[in-house]
């Protein structure tokens, strides 16, 4: 398979599951509670598909950096030592607007959800352990710039050994499992419907991009 073909290795998936997921936040938008409410003047149904928007671009970025590096060198080519850097920031300012996008979800739709806020809070407190113990783990044996992708960069990440320390003794796709806890905490903390939308459409949408983009990058990579 030559590398024009390589860069849009998978890419038929991610676009079919996206449109699928992108229906689905459609209809789901206009349920009675999940188009309810406002924050700072803006509906609740146009934070929702800012979340959405965020996610969107953040994966197709992440796709298209990842593969015109990994086949073309392209960004080292264009930037050179700074190349990494500078896909980081990019990556790093899409992925943090994420959680606070769907913050502002749950606050213009708060009380949606009819959950007693004892049980709320108390779910939203236990999905925080394993985020919490997700980022203790990366930095402390995997590496944010591991997580960002670097083995696309710098080829020497090809021989590195797996990590099987802190959470990833028990999963390898400890990001993806965990990680996206993260945004299902406000669904709780608010109790919103349209949070709840959100939320799902984030974490099927990463199970996406892992099928489509990155399973297929690391077999690449890895041999595997």
């Known amino acids: 398979m030559g590398n024009a073909k390589r860069l849009f290795e998978g890419q038929l998936l991610h676009l079919g599951c996206l449109l699928v997921l992108l229906f689905a936040v459609d209809a789901a938008s206009v349920m009675p509670g999940v188009d309810s409410g406002a924050w700072l003047g803006v509906s609740t149904r146009t934070w929702l598909w800012l979340v959405v928007g965020d996610a969107?671009?953040?994966?197709?970025?992440?796709?298209?950096?990842?593969?015109?590096?990994?086949?073309?060198?392209?960004?080292c080519r264009l930037f050179g030592d700074r190349a990494f850097s500078i896909f980081a920031a990019g990556f790093t300012l899409l992925g943090i607007l994420r959680p606070f996008l769907l913050v502002?979800?749950?606050?213009?739709?708060?009380?949606t959800l009819a959950i007693p806020s004892p049980i709320a809070y108390l779910v939203a407190a236990i999905l925080a352990v394993p985020v919490?113990?997700?980022?203790?783990?990366?930095?402390?044996?995997?590496?944010?710039?591991?997580?960002?992708?670097?083995?696309?960069?710098?080829?020497?990440?090809?021989?590195?050994?797996?990590?099987?320390?802190?959470?990833?003794?028990?999963?390898?796709?400890?990001?993806?499992?965990?990680?996206?806890?993260?945004?299902?905490?406000?669904?709780?903390?608010?109790?919103?419907?349209?949070?709840?939308?959100?939320?799902?459409?984030?974490?099927?949408?990463?199970?996406?991009?892992?099928l489509a983009t990155e399973r297929p990058d690391m077999r690449r990579i890895y041999n595997s």
């Open 56 to 75: 969107v671009l953040h994966q197709l970025y992440v796709w298209v950096c990842w593969r015109t590096e990994l086949h073309f060198r392209l960004l």
């Open 104 to 111: 502002a979800v749950a606050i213009a739709n708060a009380g």
């Open 132 to 210: 919490i113990y997700l980022g203790y783990s990366v930095q402390r044996y995997f590496g944010f710039r591991r997580a960002f992708g670097i083995d696309h960069f710098e080829t020497a990440y090809a021989i590195a050994p797996m990590v099987q320390q802190g959470i990833f003794r028990y999963t390898s796709n400890g990001m993806y499992i965990y990680g996206f806890l993260l945004l299902w905490i406000p669904v709780f903390v608010w109790q919103s419907a349209a949070a709840l939308v959100a939320a799902v459409f984030s974490h099927l949408y990463i199970w996406v991009h892992y």
